[in-house]
């Protein structure tokens, strides 16, 4: 689904900020 695609993109863009900041 697209849906469960974009949540998984939300999460990654979330982990590598936590990583960067």
Not at 11 to 20: A, Q, S
């Amino acid at each position: 689904m697209v849906i469960e695609v974009f949540k998984g993109a939300l999460r990654r863009e979330r982990l590598w900020n936590d990583e960067e900041g």
